[in-house]
């Protein structure tokens, strides 16, 4: 089956400028996660949505950084006035439900989509 | 809070030796753990979990871990290093009810011919 899909899969973007980052998580998974990795340094967690709703959203690092799951499928991470320490990678993981305990901690992610700031 | 640490940010075996990457945890509640390997440009790939069940695990490609509360460790071990196991690897840390990963900062695996 398909996996998590996330698009671009590279973007480049000048300093103050918006971006938005999408990602499409496994069919059925109701858990969606945004994570960031900088070069050389595992994942950080920036946001979890249960749904539609964020249940989690602790480690967006500021104001500039926002994140949607309206249908509670696609989501959307949106960088407003980018700065070049935004410039890393941005993965985006799914998973099953809290109905489907303990399997909700089973994360799957995606390629990862490669932001670069100028 | 919880956190991870990985001893060894690079490790180098030969061809058909043992790889032994560590993975040390903090937590204050029983954690689930994860092992993930990343290669090149490609996302995160699952290779084994602990959730609270067996304490020796066993993955994909031949790896397994053993949790081992008393020393708060979660070591990942394969008995015979291929070319193929190249790659980057995370050690993550969750607990019941947080659903947030707390990765490693990564052990990059090297296999020497």
């Known amino acids: 089956g398909a996996g998590v899909s996330q698009t671009p899969s590279n973007k480049v973007t000048e300093k103050g400028k918006y971006v938005e980052l999408r990602c499409d998580p496994i069919?059925?998974?109701?858990?969606l996660y945004w994570y960031r990795q900088s070069l050389g340094q595992g994942p950080e967690f920036l946001i979890y949505f249960q749904g539609t709703g964020a249940a989690d959203d602790s480690g967006l690092p500021n104001d500039r950084f926002f994140a949607v799951r309206p249908e509670g499928s696609v989501s959307t991470l949106k960088i407003q006035r980018t700065e070049r320490g935004d410039s890393a990678v941005y993965l985006c993981a799914s998973s099953l439900g809290m109905t489907s305990a303990p399997l909700i901690y089973e994360q799957y992610f995606g390629p990862g989509t490669r932001l670069t700031v100028t | 809070a919880q956190s991870v640490t990985q001893l060894g940010s690079h490790v180098s075996v030969s061809e058909g030796a043992l790889v032994l990457l560590r993975c040390n945890y903090s937590?204050?509640?029983?954690?689930?753990l994860f092992w993930y390997v990343q290669y090149p440009n490609q996302g995160l790939q699952l290779l084994l979990k602990?959730?609270?069940?067996?304490?020796l695990v066993k993955g994909i490609n031949g790896f397994e871990a053993e949790f081992k509360k008393s020393e708060t460790s979660f070591h990942l071990t394969k008995p015979s290093a291929h070319m193929s196991d190249a790659a980057e690897y995370f050690c993550?840390?969750?607990?019941?009810?947080?659903?947030?990963?707390?990765f490693g900062t990564g052990t990059r695996l090297k296999v020497l011919a």
């Open positions: 937590s204050s509640v029983p954690p689930y």
């Open positions: 602990y959730t609270s069940a067996a304490t």
């Open positions: 993550a840390v969750t607990t019941s009810g947080t659903y947030k990963y707390i």
């Open positions: 069919s059925g998974h109701t858990a």
